[in-house]
């Protein structure tokens, strides 16, 4: 019997692409409780997955993209899909622009400095 390698050797690229993106669907219909969501669509070209649709939340979105780079011979995932509820607001901080060296500290967020010694 040959191997899943061998398998995808035999084949035309096309039909490559329509074999991993059955299966990619497979692994995202496990995660979603067995049936693949009705607004989420996949595409394989050179064995490249990317993603589109709307979920929920990002949470599902992170998982189902895990679950489309899971089969064999997934070269990479493109997550394009968007989300119903907007992702939590990042926490206040220091601005992006004003890290690292070249940080000016007149421009730091109030508040303690904890220093190394």
């Known amino acids: ?3 899943e390698s061998e398998a995808l050797d035999r084949t035309s690229p ?5 074999m991993l993106r059955e299966r990619v669907g497979t692994c995202i219909a496990e995660i979603c409780g067995g049936d693949m969501p ?5 595409h394989v070209v050179d ?8 979920v929920e939340d ?4 992170q998982r189902i993209e895990k679950a489309a780079s899971t089969p064999p011979g997934i070269l990479g995932v493109s997550n394009q899909l ?3 509820v907007p992702p939590p607001a990042e926490p206040p901080g220091q601005p992006v622009e004003a890290t690292g060296m070249r940080a000016d500290p007149s421009q730091k967020p109030a508040g ?6």
Not at 14 to 18: A, C, H, I, K
Not at 58 to 61: A, G, K, R, Y
Not at 112 to 117: C, D, G, L, M, R
């Open 1 to 3: 019997m040959p191997t």
């Open 14 to 18: 096309e039909e490559d692409d329509e």
């Open 38 to 42: 009705d607004s989420v669509t996949v």
């Open 47 to 54: 064995r490249r997955v990317t993603l589109s649709g709307q």
């Open 58 to 61: 990002i949470d599902l979105s």
């Open 82 to 84: 968007t989300t119903r």
């Open 112 to 117: 303690q400095v904890n220093h190394k010694v």
